[in-house]
T-cell receptor, first 113, second 113 residues
Framework: EADIYQTPRYLVIGTGKKITLECSQT?????MYWYQQDPGMELHLIHY???????EKGDLSSESTVSRIRTEHFPLTLESARPSHTSQYLC????????????FGSGTRLTVV | DQQVKQNSPSLSVQEGRISILNCDYT??????FLWYKKYPAEGPTFLIS?????DKNEDGRFTVFLNKSAKHLSLHIVPSQPGDSAVYFC????????????FGKGTHLIIQP
C-alpha cells in the first residue's frame, strides 16, 4: 500500500486553466518534494519543504507554486496552465536524517492542450 | 551541466545473468548515492543506497559499488529476473545547496527470457 498519494493520476486540461495537483503522505515525514520529469529525461527538483509553512524553490525553475499548511499535505498549483507545463509531476517525502531513500508517489501525468 | 550521468539509455541482459548498470558523477559534494527502479506510469521505488565513505553495499540480489576516485558507481543485479525489467535511475544527494536528489536520465533494463 502506498504511503504517499497523488491525485489525479492523469489530467488533460485546456490552456489557461488553474490546476492543483494533490500530494498527501501518512508517514509523518517532515520533508516533502516535487519533481518534474519529461519522457526519457532525468527528474528535476522544482519545490521542496522542510516542514509546515516552509517552501523553497528547487534547481529547476517552475511557474508552479506550493504550500505546506499541514505536515501531510503538499499541493502544487499552476495558476494558468500552458502546453509547456505538459510533463509528469512526482511528489516525494522523507524523514530528516534518514538515508533510506525518498518515498515517491505514483505521479500525475499532466497534459495541457 | 549534468552532474549525474547514466550513459547507457538501455541495456539488455539474459535472465539469470548479471546486470551491471553504471553511473558517473561530477560533484565532489555528493555525500550519498541511491538507485531507484521505475515502472511506466509509476513513481520511482527506492532500491539501495551507499554513503560516500563506503565502497560497497549489498542487499539481496542488489550490490552497489562506489569508486570515489573515479566518481563512478555501479549497480549489480545477480541473478537478473524478468521482474527486474524497468528503468533504473541513479541519484545523488548533496549536503549543500537545495535539499533534494540529483538524478541521472535513467537506463532501461530489459531482461530477456
Amino acid at each position: 500500500e502506498a504511503d504517499i498519494y497523488q491525485t489525479p493520476r492523469y489530467l488533460v486540461i485546456g490552456t489557461g486553466k488553474k490546476i492543483t495537483l494533490e500530494c498527501s503522505q501518512t508517514m509523518g515525514h517532515d520533508k516533502m518534494y516535487w519533481y518534474q520529469q519529461d519522457p526519457g529525461m532525468e527528474l528535476h527538483l522544482i519545490h521542496y519543504s522542510y516542514g509546515v509553512n516552509s517552501t523553497e524553490k528547487g534547481d529547476l525553475s517552475s511557474e508552479s507554486t506550493v504550500s505546506r499548511i499541514r505536515t501531510e499535505h503538499f499541493p502544487l498549483t499552476l495558476e494558468s496552465a500552458r502546453p509547456s507545463h505538459t510533463s509528469q509531476y512526482l511528489c516525494a517525502s522523507r524523514k530528516s536524517g534518514s538515508r533510506d531513500g525518498y518515498t515517491f508517489g505514483s505521479g500525475t501525468r499532466l497534459t495541457v492542450v | 551541466d549534468q552532474q549525474v550521468k547514466q550513459n547507457s539509455p538501455s541495456l539488455s541482459v539474459q535472465e539469470g545473468r548479471i546486470s551491471i548498470l553504471n553511473c558517473d558523477y561530477t560533484n565532489s559534494m555528493f555525500d550519498y548515492f541511491l538507485w531507484y527502479k521505475k515502472y511506466p506510469a509509476e513513481g520511482p521505488t527506492f532500491l539501495i543506497s551507499i554513503s560516500s565513505i563506503k565502497d560497497k553495499n549489498e542487499d539481496g540480489r542488489f550490490t552497489v559499488f562506489l569508486n570515489k576516485s573515479a566518481k563512478h558507481l555501479s549497480l549489480h543485479i545477480v541473478p537478473s529476473q524478468p521482474g527486474d525489467s524497468a528503468v533504473y535511475f541513479c541519484a545523488a544527494h548533496s549536503g549543500g545547496g537545495a535539499d533534494g536528489l540529483t538524478f541521472g536520465k535513467g537506463t532501461h533494463l530489459i531482461i530477456q527470457p
